[in-house]
Nanobody, 116 residues
Framework: QVQLGESGGGLVQPGGSLRLSCAAS????????MSWYRQAPGKERELVAS????????NYADSVKGRFTISRDNAKNTLYLQMTSLKPEDTAVYYC?????????WGQGTQVTVSS
């Protein structure tokens, strides 16, 4: 059974850091393009970062460049998002996504709240 499970969210003060994890089961994460998306209340889901299956090239939304880093550990079948210098506008539910051709899988999301 294919599953994606995010963890690592929580409440953090502005300027703080969090690392999100997305554990995959039922498929080989390394052969999929993996992405992190987020959705804030009242807003559309937006792409935060992605990492390709071949070569591991990365892509970031302008709003997170220089602050967030996407990576994956194929041996652990896990995707990560290291978030630093967090801002209140980073508050959202964060989702991981796996995509390969017509196969698309989503996790259930993890809440990140940046507030003092």
């Amino acid at each position: 059974q294919v599953q994606l499970g995010e963890s690592g969210g929580g409440l953090v003060q502005p300027g703080g850091s969090l690392r999100l994890s997305c554990a995959a089961s039922g498929f080989t994460l390394g052969s999929y393009t993996m992405s992190w998306y987020r959705q804030a209340p009242g807003k559309e889901r937006e792409l935060v970062a992605s990492i390709s299956s071949i070569g591991g090239s990365t892509n970031y939304a302008d709003s997170v460049k220089g602050r967030f880093t996407i990576s994956r550990d194929n041996a652990k079948n896990t995707l990560y998002l290291q978030m630093t210098s967090l801002k209140p506008e980073d508050t959202a539910v964060y989702y991981c996504k796996a995509e390969r051709g017509l196969r698309v899988y989503w996790g259930q999301g993890t809440q990140v709240t940046v507030s003092s």
